[in-house]
């Protein structure tokens, strides 16, 4: 609907790796991104310490990574 209108979307910060990954592919496959909006690893550290995979930033663009899925598996692990 928003692309019909000429609308561009930009997800607002969801904190969770999972809900940054899942936006960030909806980004990345639709016609009409602006921005996603998210607190960087270094100012929440946990969000990496929990994942196999750590989010990557690189020029201050998220890396959406080529495995599958949304690219994310979690350690398996509570943050200390």
Not at 63 to 77: C, E, F, K
Request: charged share 20%; aromatic share 4%; hydrophobic share 45%.
């Amino acid at each position: 609907l928003a692309e019909t209108y000429q609308v561009v979307i930009a997800p607002h910060n969801t904190k969770g790796p999972v809900g940054i990954m899942a936006a960030a592919h909806v980004m990345a496959a639709i016609t009409n991104p602006l921005i996603q909006e998210f607190i960087a690893p270094s100012r929440i550290p946990w969000r990496n310490e929990v994942l196999r995979d750590p989010l990557v930033i690189e020029d201050s663009c998220l890396v959406i990574p080529d495995r599958p899925g949304l690219g994310s598996r979690d350690a398996h692990v509570a943050p200390e």
